[in-house]
C-alpha cells in the first residue's frame, strides 16, 4: 500500500519498496520515469486522503433496507488523475467492450457477493455502501488502490506489470482495508499493520477462492498472480503458502517476506514493514484453512472474521494479541479443545507467535 501516517491512509497493493528497487536496479530510463511518477502520485494521493479525513471525510454511505443489492459505478480517468472521471458503465449495465471496466465491474461484485453471502455483511461498512472504482488512472501507472471512497487502477507499463485489474485477489484486498476501516481500524504501523496488509491479503484470497470454487488444497495462495508481466522472474506479489518465494527478478529485486517470527524484519521503512511482516500472520491463515480442509472461508475465514470484528481489537493490537483472539474465537466458534481451536493454536506456534495457554480454553 501506499501509506501518509498511521492513520491517515490510502492503501496501495504495489508496495513502496518494490518501486523502489525497480527505481535502483532498472537500466532503463524510461522505466526509471514510470515507477518515480508512480512513487510521487503515490504521495500526492496520500496528502488528498489525509486532507479528507481531517475535514470528516467524504466516504459515501447508504442505509439500505431490505435484502442487500450491490451497486457498482465504474469510470475511467482516461489516462488523468482527475477522479472519480467519466461513468462507463452502472449497475446493471452490459458489458463495455474495455477489459479494465468489466474485470472492474466483475471484482467489485465478487467481491461484494462473498461478503454478502459467506459473512452476511452488507458491502464494506455493512450499510450497503456503494463501490466505485476507476480505471486507466494516468498513464502507465504502476498500481492500485483504495482511497476511503473508492478503488482506483492504473494499466501497468507492460513490461514489468500488467493491468492491476487482472487479479481479482487484488481487488478484494483492497476492498477489504475499507472493511478493516469499518471494524477493528488497525494503526497502519509496525504490527498492527502488518496484521492490516494480512487480513487484506487473507480475505482477498478467500475471495478468488470462493470465486473459483477452490477448496484450500487446490488454491494457489497467491496475491497478485497475472500481475507481473512475461519476462518477470516471479509469479505473485505475495505467497501465502510460502512468504519469501513469490518474486526474485533483477529489477523487482527479492520479495523480503518472512514466514516465522525467528526472521521478523526490524526497519523504518514501509511503515515498519507492513507489507514485509505481513507474512508472518498469512502465513498462520494458510496453515489453519489447510489443517481443517474444504473451504476456506467455512471455518478458518469464520475464525478470522470474528476475530476482526471483536472489539477487544485494538487498533494498536499486535499478532500476539491477534493470535489469542483467533483462539478465542475459535473456541467460541466450535468449542473449547475442539479440532478447530488446536489448528489455531498450532499454526501460530508454527509461525513462532506465543498464544496464552489460558486462552484455549476460555
Known amino acids: 500500500m501506499c501509506t501518509h501516517s498511521r492513520e491517515h491512509s490510502i492503501f496501495c497493493i504495489l508496495p513502496p519498496h518494490i518501486l523502489r528497487e525497480i527505481a535502483k536496479n532498472t537500466k532503463d530510463d524510461e522505466q526509471r520515469a514510470i515507477v518515480l511518477n508512480t512513487l510521487a502520485l503515490d504521495s500526492t494521493a ?45 449497475e446493471g449495465a452490459a458489458k463495455s467492450g474495455d477489459v479494465e471496466v468489466d474485470e472492474a465491474y466483475d471484482g467489485l461484485g465478487s467481491t461484494f457477493d462473498f461478503y454478502d453471502k459467506v459473512l452476511q455483511r452488507n458491502s464494506i461498512d455493512d450499510q450497503g455502501m456503494p463501490l466505485k472504482a476507476t480505471v486507466h488512472f494516468d498513464k502507465d501507472y504502476d498500481n492500485a488502490f483504495w482511497n476511503g471512497e473508492q478503488m482506483v487502477f492504473g494499466d501497468g507499463d507492460g513490461t514489468l506489470f500488467n493491468r492491476f485489474t487482472i487479479s481479482l485477489d487484488v481487488i478484494g484486498h483492497e476492498l477489504t482495508h475499507g472493511v478493516t476501516d469499518a471494524t477493528a481500524k488497525l494503526i497502519y504501523q509496525g504490527q498492527s499493520g502488518a496484521l492490516n496488509e494480512s487480513i487484506s491479503d487473507v480475505f482477498g484470497c478467500m475471495i478468488k477462492q470462493y470465486s473459483l470454487h477452490q477448496t484450500s488444497d487446490k488454491a494457489d495462495w497467491l496475491i497478485g498472480a497475472g500481475l507481473l508481466a512475461k519476462g518477470v522472474h516471479g509469479k505473485a506479489l505475495r505467497s501465502m503458502k510460502n512468504p519469501g518465494t513469490a518474486y526474485d527478478d533483477p529489477q523487482l529485486g527479492k520479495d523480503p517476506q518472512p514466514a516465522t517470527m525467528s526472521k521478523y524484519v526490524t526497519t523504518q521503512s514501509d511503515n515498519g514493514g507492513v507489507h514485509i511482516n505481513s507474512g508472518i500472520p498469512n502465513r498462520a491463515f494458510y496453515l489453519v484453512a489447510s489443517a481443517l480442509g474444504g473451504n476456506s472461508w467455512d471455518k ?20 500476539a494479541a491477534f493470535a489469542n483472539l483467533t483462539s478465542k474465537n475459535a473456541g467460541h466458534l466450535y468449542g473449547s479443545n475442539s479440532v478447530e481451536q488446536k489448528a489455531v493454536l498450532d499454526a501460530w506456534k508454527t509461525v513462532g507467535v506465543k498464544v496464552k495457554a489460558s486462552v484455549a480454553t476460555t
Open 46 to 90: 496520500r496528502t488528498s486522503r489525509m486532507n479528507q479525513q481531517f475535514l470528516g471525510g467524504t466516504t459515501v454511505r447508504s442505509m439500505m433496507t431490505g435484502t442487500p443489492a450491490v451497486q457498482r459505478s465504474i469510470f475511467t480517468a482516461a489516462e488523468s488523475t482527475d477522479l472519480p472521471g467519466k461513468l462507463v458503465r452502472a
Open 300 to 319: 478458518a475465514g469464520q475464525i478470522w472474521y470474528a476475530t476482526l470484528r471483536d472489539t477487544n481489537l485494538l487498533k494498536t493490537s499486535n499478532f
